[in-house]
């Protein structure tokens, strides 16, 4: 097909596949309202906003503004034009540019690459010989030390004098940075060595050590007792200069540092009993639900929520009706849809106020009190990134990210009125397509229709008779909107689809200047308050067609 043709065309020009099909669609169309294309190629309204907004920018398309605010193709002349153009002043660019590119390139291929010196790994057993390695690493280090450990280690090497060393590399100006575990059995050490290096606190389940030199070499232990004892043998460190390798725990290490609470925060969160403030990552959705579900607990005042499907969250909706009564003030920020429309609805009756998302996102932003925040960030397969933290920045940011989207939002109400009209048509659409089948008739729910321009149309039902072929029955449904726009938008489509009649089913009351317009375009216009007497009258006018 022709269609199928331009759009491999367009596909081959660089233009994304379902781009192509919306171009192709509203080319043949004419200028088109988002939804119709929404409803033509069965997406959500944002998605096909971002398509026709690229379409836009690329050129493609543009805007004929009004109410609804329509689209247009731009003439693919004046397309291929504007790209041929562009390759144009690339290849003359180029021509341009040869001989200096060339002579470049030349005075580069002059010198030969050296082969780089093959990187070295080494096991080092006992740990007398890995405090030796490490007081040797500690001595090469020219800018920045950076080490995981546990306290006892950090005790066992002061007794080696490393504190001592630390003391002399931080006055010699490099940086130093401890990330080890703070509890109250650790206060006294930790607090000697925040004197003069930087410390940060991090959770160790698991006794490990690594230590990052100048970003050119690196320790990991293999294996640690963290007993006192300087001479054991279940110490055992891999030593490395591989680039790549300690470029990776470099990374590692620098995320750890990043969302790590500094030390003096902690060990006064210990002293005083207040929670201290931090940053703590997540990988399960179990730990997810877990922490979920304890700050939904914890709420006092104000819970604010961002979720695709509030009914999948961890907590049920009977806890945030509840808390609602309790005058806990909830803010709920959802898409609806099929799955989770009957909590929302439940929700719409109680305290909580609800807003339809106008983003689509998968991401989870849960804030409590303005106190703390958790972020949800799901990846690819089965993977997570949860993020919780009590850390007035942190939480200020999601409570302004959440705001941000709030504010876009649209009341529930809205959107459950959308819900309900949509499902009207729906249910009127498959009534009448059950009756036609019953008269030996052919119907389509959403069909398009060719026209003598070879524009496609589309209607909420097309029906055939088998008596009459070559004549299609194309009924729109108009549950909401205006009954006038709906006659001016059909009436450039009346001259295109001479053998076809057309049906303007309305729950809506039309004027008598409304149908007065609707005759002149040779359009059948009918009218019942019910969806069951609109059918009723949708079929009666099809037998008195059928009977001209």
Same mark, same amino acid.
């Given at each position: 097909?022709?269609?199928?043709?331009?759009?491999?065309?367009?596909?081959?020009?660089? @233009?994304?596949?379902?781009?192509?099909? @919306?171009?192709?669609?509203?080319?043949?169309?004419?200028?088109?309202?988002?939804?119709?294309?929404? %409803? $033509?190629?069965?997406?959500?309204?944002?998605?096909?906003?971002?398509?026709?907004?690229?379409?836009?920018?690329?050129?493609? /398309?543009?805007?004929?503004? &009004?109410?609804?605010?329509?689209?247009?193709?731009?003439?693919?002349?004046?397309?291929?034009?504007?790209?041929?153009?562009?390759?144009?002043?690339?290849?003359?660019?180029?021509?341009?540019?040869?001989?200096?590119?060339?002579?470049?390139?030349?005075?580069?291929?002059?010198?030969?690459?050296?082969?780089?010196?093959?990187?070295?790994?080494?096991?080092?057993?006992?740990?007398?010989?890995?405090?030796?390695?490490?007081?040797?690493?500690?001595?090469?280090?020219?800018?920045?030390?950076?080490?995981?450990?546990?306290?006892?280690?950090?005790?066992?090497?002061?007794?080696?004098?490393?504190?001592?060393?630390?003391?002399?590399?931080?006055?010699?100006?490099?940086?130093?940075?401890?990330?080890?575990? @703070?509890?109250?059995?650790?206060?006294?050490?930790?607090?000697?060595?925040?004197?003069?290096?930087?410390? $940060?606190?991090?959770?160790?389940?698991?006794?490990? %050590?690594?230590?990052?030199?100048?970003?050119?070499?690196?320790?990991?232990?293999?294996?640690?007792?963290?007993?006192?004892?300087?001479? #054991?043998?279940?110490?055992?460190?891999?030593?490395?200069?591989?680039?790549?390798?300690?470029?990776?725990?470099?990374?590692?290490?620098?995320?750890?540092?990043?969302?790590?609470?500094?030390?003096?925060?902690?060990?006064?969160?210990?002293?005083?009993?207040?929670?201290?403030?931090?940053?703590?990552?997540?990988?399960?959705?179990?730990?997810?639900?877990?922490?979920?579900?304890?700050?939904?607990? %914890?709420?006092?005042?104000?819970?604010?929520?961002?979720?695709?499907?509030? /009914?999948?969250?961890?907590?049920?909706?009977?806890?945030?009706? /509840?808390?609602?009564?309790?005058?806990?003030?909830?803010?709920?920020? #959802?898409?609806?849809?099929?799955?989770?429309?009957?909590?929302?609805?439940?929700?719409?009756?109680?305290?909580?106020?609800?807003?339809?998302?106008?983003?689509?996102?998968?991401?989870?932003?849960?804030?409590?009190?303005?106190?703390?925040?958790?972020?949800?960030?799901?990846?690819?397969?089965?993977?997570?990134? @949860?993020?919780?933290?009590?850390?007035?920045?942190?939480?200020?940011?999601?409570?302004?990210?959440?705001?941000?989207?709030?504010?876009?939002?649209?009341?529930?109400?809205?959107?459950?009125?959308?819900?309900?009209?949509?499902?009207?048509?729906?249910?009127?659409?498959?009534?009448?397509?059950?009756?036609?089948?019953?008269?030996?008739?052919? /119907?389509?729910?959403?069909?398009?229709?060719?026209?003598?321009?070879?524009?496609?149309?589309?209607?909420?039902?097309?029906?055939?008779?088998?008596?009459?072929?070559?004549?299609?029955?194309?009924?729109?449904?108009?549950?909401? &909107?205006?009954?006038?726009?709906?006659?001016?938008?059909?009436?450039?489509?009346?001259?295109?689809?001479?053998?076809?009649?057309?049906?303007?089913?309305?729950?809506?009351?039309?004027?008598?200047?409304?149908?007065?317009?609707?005759?002149?375009? %040779?359009?059948?216009?009918?009218?019942?308050?019910?969806?069951?007497?609109?059918?009723?009258?949708?079929?009666?006018?099809?037998?008195?067609?059928?009977?001209?």
């Amino acid at each position: 097909m022709a269609n199928e043709r331009l759009k491999k065309r367009l596909i081959d020009l660089g @233009i994304e596949e379902k781009e192509a099909e @919306i171009y192709v669609f509203i080319s043949a169309m004419g200028p088109t309202p988002a939804r119709l294309v929404a %409803r $033509r190629f069965s997406l959500n309204r944002m998605r096909v906003y971002r398509s026709l907004k690229s379409l836009e920018e690329k050129g493609l /398309a543009n805007k004929v503004m &009004g109410r609804p605010v329509k689209f247009v193709a731009t003439p693919l002349k004046n397309v291929l034009d504007r790209q041929i153009g562009g390759l144009k002043q690339i290849l003359i660019e180029l021509e341009e540019n040869e001989e200096s590119l060339i002579r470049e390139w030349e005075n580069l291929s002059r010198g030969a690459a050296q082969p780089p010196e093959e990187p070295k790994f080494r096991i080092f057993q006992g740990r007398e010989q890995v405090f030796d390695l490490l007081f040797d690493m500690f001595d090469r280090a020219q800018d920045t030390i950076r080490l995981v450990t546990t306290t006892s280690d950090l005790t066992r090497l002061s007794l080696g004098g490393l504190d001592d060393k630390l003391r002399e590399m931080k006055r010699l100006g490099k940086g130093i940075k401890v990330l080890t575990q @703070i509890d109250t059995k650790s206060l006294e050490e930790v607090q000697s060595y925040n004197e003069f290096v930087d410390v $940060r606190h991090i959770s160790l389940r698991t006794p490990i %050590r690594v230590a990052i030199i100048d970003g050119r070499e690196a320790l990991n232990t293999v294996a640690m007792d963290d007993s006192m004892s300087m001479t #054991t043998q279940a110490d055992t460190g891999l030593w490395t200069d591989a680039s790549n390798y300690v470029a990776a725990q470099m990374i590692f290490f620098d995320a750890l540092w990043s969302l790590a609470p500094d030390a003096e925060s902690v060990m006064q969160s210990i002293k005083t009993g207040e929670p201290p403030h931090e940053i703590r990552t997540y990988t399960t959705q179990d730990e997810y639900a877990s922490v979920f579900r304890e700050m939904i607990v %914890r709420a006092k005042e104000k819970i604010d929520i961002m979720a695709k499907n509030v /009914a999948a969250s961890p907590a049920t909706l009977a806890e945030f009706i /509840a808390l609602a009564d309790k005058d806990v003030k909830i803010r709920m920020l #959802t898409q609806t849809d099929s799955d989770n429309l009957p909590e929302i609805e439940k929700m719409a009756d109680s305290k909580i106020t609800i807003a339809e998302n106008a983003a689509v996102t998968d991401i989870v932003l849960l804030t409590i009190d303005e106190k703390e925040a958790l972020m949800n960030i799901p990846y690819i397969g089965t993977q997570k990134r @949860i993020v919780w933290s009590n850390i007035d920045a942190f939480v200020g940011t999601m409570i302004l990210v959440f705001d941000d989207y709030w504010d876009l939002g649209k009341p529930i109400q809205e959107k459950l009125l959308q819900v309900a009209q949509r499902k009207k048509m729906e249910y009127m659409a498959q009534r009448l397509k059950d009756e036609f089948e019953e008269m030996g008739w052919t /119907a389509e729910i959403l069909g398009t229709i060719a026209g003598l321009s070879w524009k496609t149309y589309m209607f909420d039902i097309l029906a055939k008779s088998p008596e009459r072929t070559k004549a299609t029955l194309c009924i729109d449904i108009l549950t909401e &909107g205006s009954v006038f726009n709906k006659i001016i938008e059909r009436s450039i489509v009346q001259s295109d689809l001479t053998s076809s009649n057309l049906i303007l089913a309305s729950l809506i009351p039309y004027k008598s200047e409304e149908l007065k317009l609707a005759e002149l375009y %040779r359009i059948q216009i009918v009218h019942s308050q019910t969806e069951e007497e609109l059918i009723s009258e949708i079929l009666k006018t099809v037998k008195k067609i059928e009977k001209k």
